[in-house]
C-alpha cells in the first residue's frame, strides 16, 4: 500500500519561511512528476508547483521568486521551500506524485494527507 506522508506545516508570520516535506511510504517501482496542491477555505485545490524525474520545475505565479520546490532522487522525498509568506499562502498544502507502484500495475497518482499552513499578518 503506497502513502505521500507530509510533515513541516504550522503557524508562521508574514514574511517568515516554512519548508514542506513529503515521502513516499511503501515499496515502489519508480516515480514520475511530483507536485505541491494547496486548497484555501471555500476555494479549490490548486496547483503550487510541480517537478518532473528529470528535475523541471515550474511554479503558478503568485508563488515565483517566494517558493523553491525539489526532490532527492527518482522516487524519494519531495519538498517545498516557502520563502516571504503571505496571509494570502494560507491553505492545506498537499503532495501529489505519479508512481509506479508495482510491476503488473500501471503508474497511478497518489495524493497525501495535506498539512495546514497558516500565516499571521
Known amino acids: 500500500q503506497v502513502q505521500l506522508v507530509e510533515s513541516g506545516g504550522g503557524t508562521v508570520q508574514a514574511g517568515g519561511s516554512l519548508t514542506l516535506a513529503c515521502e513516499t511510504d511503501?515499496?515502489?517501482?519508480?516515480?514520475?512528476?511530483m507536485a505541491w496542491y494547496r486548497q484555501a477555505p471555500g476555494q479549490q485545490r490548486q496547483s503550487v508547483a510541480n517537478?518532473?524525474?528529470?528535475?523541471?520545475?515550474s511554479y503558478v505565479d503568485s508563488v515565483k521568486g517566494r517558493f523553491t520546490i525539489s526532490r532527492t532522487g527518482p522516487k524519494t522525498r519531495l519538498y517545498l521551500r516557502m520563502k516571504d509568506l503571505k496571509p494570502e499562502d494560507t491553505a492545506v498544502y498537499y503532495c501529489?506524485?505519479?508512481?509506479?507502484?508495482?510491476?503488473?500495475?500501471?503508474?497511478?497518482?497518489?495524493w497525501g494527507q495535506g498539512t495546514q499552513v497558516t500565516v499571521s499578518s
Open positions: 511503501g515499496s515502489i517501482i519508480a516515480t514520475g512528476t
Open positions: 517537478i518532473t524525474r528529470e528535475g523541471e520545475d
Open positions: 501529489n506524485a505519479v508512481i509506479w507502484p508495482t510491476y503488473g500495475r500501471p503508474w497511478q497518482t497518489f
